[in-house]
């Protein structure tokens, strides 16, 4: 069965641009978001690697570690890595997992035979600090990722890990955000002390926390 939010990401050991890692090792006590790309030396992915690296001090900023992977080998990476710098104008500043065994791929169920026979498509893995997988998104190779939008789920993640709230439809960092309904009106006065708008019991609005 595939993975599902909530289950431990799976623990590997891979050799990547950066040396061998064992993944729940690397990850430490940071959130991780491992993504996967179908081939080297393609279009839509060169672009995508040059933008996580063009990003990555956001993800430095949110205590998170990317790490990349396809079925090509880390020499495979390593060539490509110019081209990404010659076109994207970014340097490779996180690893790439080569995965020629396909053994990561299939961990992580990254091959959809029906989309793409042997290579994995674009698929995305938020992992908690807990090694829990918070989020999936699944995009098919002809269609590069936002990743501004990542770094928007990213957030959500990591505010309502942290406070009793959930973000509404289109919230940015920054936005109002909706108290658990779990919470009475009576505790939501001392958990929210900027105070909260109440359109419905079950929705209240209330500023964002941490802000
Ligand atoms: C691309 O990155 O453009 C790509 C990769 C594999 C198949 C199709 C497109």
Not at 131 to 142: D, F, G, N, R
Request: charged share 25%; proline share 7%; glycine share 6%.
């Amino acid at each position: 069965m595939a993975l599902q939010l909530g289950d431990i990401a799976p623990d590997f050991e891979a050799d990547t641009t950066e040396g061998r890692i064992r993944f729940h090792e690397w990850l430490g006590d940071s959130w991780g978001i491992l993504f996967s790309h179908p081939k080297d030396f393609t279009p839509v992915c060169t672009t995508e690697l040059g933008e996580v690296a063009r990003l990555k001090g956001e993800f430095d900023r949110r205590n998170t570690k990317v790490i990349g992977l396809s079925v090509d080998s880390v020499e495979s990476h390593r060539e490509w890595s110019e081209d990404i710098k010659e076109t994207q104008g970014q340097t490779l500043n996180y690893p790439l997992i080569g995965d020629p065994s396909h053994a990561v791929a299939d961990l992580y169920d990254m091959i959809h035979p029906n989309a793409l026979e042997t290579l994995t498509v674009r698929s995305v893995f938020i992992i908690g600090p807990d090694k829990k997988i918070k989020l999936t998104i699944t995009y098919p190779a002809s269609t590069g990722r936002n990743f501004d939008e990542i770094i928007r789920a990213l957030d959500s993640l990591q505010l309502t890990a942290k406070y009793s709230v959930s973000t509404p439809v289109n919230w940015n960092d920054g936005g109002d955000v909706i108290i658990a309904p779990a919470i009475s009106d009576e505790d939501a006065k001392t958990a929210f002390p900027k105070g909260f708008t109440v359109l419905k019991p079950y929705l209240r609005m209330t500023p964002q926390p941490n802000k």
